[in-house]
């Protein structure tokens, strides 16, 4: 009591009494005594649980309460609360009390102790003992013949004499449980069902295992078992919830947390005198009787989780629990299943974010409505709380709540404690609220209450405000048909451009013929003065039309990277210094005055490199077109906390007021620029409006005629780093050509040209057209051993027999495409090492990753430096070179450890090139078959051609394209290595030319000094 001066007492329905004092006020006396104790270790008491994790239970002839914890056991006297702690220190899992009185105490890697009343250590039986096949017990149990049983995880079922001799050992692994059956048959749970054990003919019977199971959707992780008398068993799971299985016909009926487990997780199972079944949990303890689920959670401190197989029953008919948090001991007769009453009634209804000035007035009609039943509430006020209980002080813990709002929840809420209910933006109706208190324990329905709710609609659902939204669809509905036809006239203008874009495509290979031999004839120099004069105008001309194409794919490119735009953070000092550069010889050469201006900080902004480099070019590419010799053209760059701004001008010949209406919408040149004969296609600014949408960026312009223009870009600024972002492809150092020659009738077949000389590196050109063809094999039949073909059919019937060391396509072929052939060599795995560089005329992004998906090394543009092209080429068979010589020194190299060849470290680096894996076997199995016949004189390269099911042909390309050898220098070398290694171990230099299958020890002896500069009897 809060205070002593007790001026009323009183008593209500449920028996309660509540009390008025002077001083204290009102306290209330619950009279309800609990059948239940709880035992817990109090810190700093030795009169206490050793610890709270109590992992087994039992009691002991003298009546002694034994607890297995996670620091050791502690023994309680109930009759003078005594407590005693043996063991200390040690992880006790499980105890048993056998026929004699003493003690077995299971742990966790400290195998079994065997203990007498007073808690002595009788014996102690351990694995290193070859006692116990593990030192980790779960489950100890004594049959009626004083015959022990021990369960474990790791370790097998073991059967003990009673002086804890081994007599048998169950293949039986991961056991939780461990229960008697009959006079010889034991029950064992495991994670994979459970076993049936027959001790006297030792036989073994699994049950509710998973397989069996799996197809019910049942756990068959089995912690806890009580056998019925009619066939059936009890099954306790972890995560399965309770099982009622039959074990003849395999039938199970299953009580989960649908059914009213406080949680799917089983731990002991026992019945009591009354026949029902209790069951400890993952969160507390159940009850069930006949099939009825009732949770004791509400008996106060009992919901606790419960450890596995932690149960006793005491000889007084009490049931002892062991849980991580103390130990729970139960009067089982006395917990019977209640019915009570506990009124339900709404308290109190909340608006959100009600009016200050109002807020009094508006609880107290809430309140009168409430109590009415029926709440009405203006739409403004939608958002609302309601606040409910159930009061029955004895079992408050047992009550809880579900509630519906008809008309806007579809199904009842969850059981919960919680009294009150929130609801957020409800439509304006009529809805009805029910609200029920259950009884948790049972889930029986106490009582249910009614409140009718009515929100009122908004003032934008009201007549005249839907007269407005006509009005409103109809002006819209006039713009959306003025924007289709503006968007159908776009459509039609963009089919103009995609025609020229096409025209550009079909155009690119023509120019590379052009282009290409030009270039080649400009390094000429016997050519007479007119010739070159002819060249120059050829090659001029030639670039201009090259840059009128590549301006139109450009544009095309804006497109595709509208779709797939990768932004980085830019630093736009960088960008705007490089175009400066960029654009510096030319207005040297066309006396322009190029200034750029930035502030000294770093400006950077999110996008993407390359067409913000577009943007700049096209500004300033008009800008020093349109301004005449003497002019200035001026960048510069300015910023502010969140934007940066771009600024592009000149004292050009400006854009005629009539002509400002085009700019940013349509291809379009202004008279004035006509005039002027500058080169233009009137994309350009077209393009940078599509560029600024891209950016999600801001362009605006002022210009006069005969004064100049000024462009100005504004960028949202970014702060993070700049990246470093490697600079847009610029088409430089093209090929400047010529027409190809009339060709004689002999190159014009389109048939393989074979060349004999097999020295050279082999280089297979696949090409439709004639002329290029016949191009490319000029250019490099110098270096190389050349073969060309006109289609992708003809290169897969040349690659059966043969094995090049490169080969070079182009994409657009009839029949098989060049990345079709590229892909088909790089699948097949018997050329999938053979480097593949595709040639096209397709520069956008999608078919570049195209080409490089189906397995290309290499993807090319036309038109192509043909010097580029070369050092390309040339460097895959370089690398392809490299290759060789790691492969050589691998192969090498499970001979055993060996000496640096010197050809070896002239030609390459000791890098680690992976190779294609069919290609590393293919080497490996030659290198095997050499190996395995070394002392075989006869062992040729025929022999190895055969033994290799190839052609000598195909054979010798192969290994010569992967090894950089012949066949006869590749067997010729893995016998020389073989040599050395056994000129190390000792032998004679006869024995080791023998057995090398080398005949002529004088001429095994010449081509050992050959390769290692030692005659074989002084190499160590």
Request: hydrophobic share 35%; charged share 25%.
């Amino acid at each position: 009591l809060r205070g002593n001066g007790i001026y009323a007492v009183s008593t209500d329905r449920q028996g309660n009494i509540w009390i008025g004092s002077y001083s204290g006020g009102v306290s209330v006396a619950i009279l309800s005594n609990y059948p239940t104790r709880i035992l817990k270790h109090e810190k700093g008491s030795k009169n206490s649980l050793a610890n709270n994790n109590v992992n087994g239970l039992e009691e002991d002839s003298n009546g002694n309460l034994w607890f297995a914890t996670d620091d050791g056991i502690s023994i309680l006297n109930e009759k003078s609360g005594s407590w005693r702690h043996v063991l200390k220190g040690t992880v006790v899992v499980t105890l048993c009390r056998t026929h004699n009185g003493s003690i077995w105490a299971g742990t966790y890697g400290d195998g079994i102790y065997i203990l007498d009343l007073n808690g002595r250590v009788l014996r102690h039986l351990t694995q290193q003992q070859e006692e116990l096949t593990t030192n980790y017990i779960f489950h100890i149990r004594q049959d009626p013949d004083g015959d022990i049983w021990v369960g474990a995880h790791n370790g097998w079922l073991m059967l003990l004499d009673k002086d804890g001799r081994p007599k048998q050992t169950y293949d039986i692994k991961w056991i939780h449980s461990i229960e008697m059956v009959a006079q010889n048959q034991v029950g064992v749970a495991t994670v994979n069902g459970f076993y049936l054990v027959n001790k006297a003919d030792n036989t073994v019977e699994n049950y509710a295992s998973f397989p069996e199971f799996q197809e019910q959707n049942n756990s068959a992780y089995i912690i806890s078992m009580l056998f019925n008398e009619d066939s059936t068993v009890w099954l306790g799971t972890e995560g399965g919830g309770l099982n009622l299985y039959n074990i003849q016909t395999g039938e199970t009926k299953v009580f989960t947390t649908r059914e009213g487990l406080p949680s799917d997780d089983v731990y002991s199972l026992q019945k009591d005198h009354k026949g029902r079944l209790w069951a400890s949990t993952g969160k507390g303890l159940v009850l069930m009787d006949d099939y009825r689920v009732s949770n004791l959670n509400y008996l106060g401190d009992i919901d606790k989780e419960y450890n596995k197989s932690a149960f006793i029953r005491l000889s007084d008919g009490r049931f002892a629990y062991g849980s991580t948090d103390g130990a729970v001991i139960v009067k089982p007769e006395a917990i019977a299943q209640i019915d009570y009453e506990a009124p339900l009634r709404f308290t109190g209804l909340n608006i959100d974010y009600p009016e200050p000035d109002k807020d009094q007035d508006m609880r107290r009609r809430l309140y009168e409505m409430l109590t009415k039943g029926e709440v009405k509430l203006a739409y403004r006020h939608n958002s609302f709380s309601i606040d409910f209980e159930s009061i029955n002080h004895r079992f408050q813990r047992d009550i809880s709540y579900m509630h519906i709002l008809e008309a806007y929840d579809k199904t009842w809420s969850n059981s919960s404690d919680d009294g009150t209910i929130h609801y957020t933006n409800v439509a304006p109706g009529t809805y009805l609220l029910k609200v029920r208190n259950l009884r948790r324990s049972n889930g029986e329905i106490i009582s249910e209450e009614n409140l009718l709710l009515t929100i009122a609609e908004p003032w934008w659902n009201s007549w005249w405000a839907w007269l407005f939204y006509i009005t409103l669809a109809a002006t819209f509905l006039y713009y959306i048909f003025r924007y289709n036809s503006n968007r159908l006239q776009k459509k039609h203008d963009e089919d103009k451009i995609k025609f020229f874009i096409n025209t550009a495509h079909d155009i690119r290979t023509p120019v590379t013929l052009i282009m290409a031999p030009l270039e080649d004839l400009n390094r000429s120099s016997e050519l007479s003065e007119k010739a070159r004069y002819y060249l120059k105008l050829a090659r001029t001309n030639t670039q201009k039309l090259h840059s009128l194409i590549t301006q139109l794919l450009e544009f095309e490119k804006v497109d595709l990277t509208r779709q797939k735009s990768v932004t980085h953070s830019l630093s736009l000092n960088n960008i705007l210094a490089e175009a400066t550069a960029g654009f510096q010889p030319y207005c040297d050469n066309k006396q322009l005055n190029l200034s750029l201006n930035m502030p000294d900080e770093e400006v950077c902004i999110l996008g993407d490199r390359q067409i913000l480099s577009l943007l700049l070019d096209n500004l300033l590419s008009n800008a020093c077109k349109y301004t005449r010799p003497g002019g200035d053209v001026a960048l510069s760059l300015s910023c502010t906390k969140r934007k940066a701004t771009i600024t592009v001008k000149d004292s050009g010949i400006g854009i005629p007021e009539k002509d400002r209406k085009y700019l940013f919408k349509e291809v379009h040149r202004a008279e004035n620029a006509l005039i002027s004969q500058e080169e233009g296609t009137g994309f350009g600014l077209l393009q940078v409006q599509r560029i600024i949408k891209i950016l999600g960026a801001k362009i605006t312009f002022q210009t006069e005629e005969n004064k100049g223009s000024t462009f100005v870009v504004t960028l949202k600024r970014t702060y993070k780093k700049a990246e470093e972002v490697a600079a847009p492809r610029t088409e430089t150092g093209l090929l400047h050509t010529f027409s190809i020659p009339e060709l004689p009738e002999s190159d014009r077949q389109s048939e393989v040209i074979k060349h004999n000389d097999k020295s050279k590196d082999t280089l297979l050109i696949v090409e439709d057209h004639e002329a290029l063809r016949y191009y490319l094999r000029q250019t490099f039949e110098k270096d190389y051993r050349v073969v060309d073909l006109a289609n992708g059919q003809g290169a897969l019937n040349y690659l059966g027999n043969e094995y090049p060391d490169l080969i070079l396509s182009d994409v657009m072929m009839p029949g098989i495409q060049g990345d079709e052939l590229c892909r088909m060599v790089k699948e097949n795995p018997e050329t999938s090492g053979i480097p593949f560089v595709l040639l096209t005329a397709k520069t956008n992004h999608d078919a570049t990753v195209e080409g490089l998906k189906k397995g290309a090394d290499d993807y090319i543009p036309k038109p192509f430096s043909t010097e580029i092209l070369k050092l390309k080429v040339q460097g895959l068979i370089e690398n392809r070179k490299r290759q060789r010589a790691s492969l050589m020194r691998e192969v090498l190299s499970q001979l055993g450890k060996t000496r640096r060849l010197e050809e070896d470290d002239k030609h390459a680096e000791d890098d680690k090139t992976s190779l294609p894996e069919n290609d590393r076997m293919f080497v490996k199995r030659a290198s095997d078959l050499v190996l395995a016949n070394i002392s075989n004189s006869d062992f040729n390269i025929d022999a190895l051609c055969r033994e290799m099911a190839m052609s000598r042909t195909l054979f010798y390309s192969r290994l010569k394209s992967l090894t950089g050898k012949s066949p006869q220098e590749f067997i010729r070398l893995i016998r020389l290595q073989k040599s050395a290694e056994m000129l190390k171990e000792g032998k004679t230099v006869t024995e080791t030319a023998l057995d090398c299958g080398f005949v002529n020890v004088k001429y095994f002896s010449s081509l050992f000094k050959q390769q290692y500069g030692v005659q074989p009897s002084k190499y160590r």
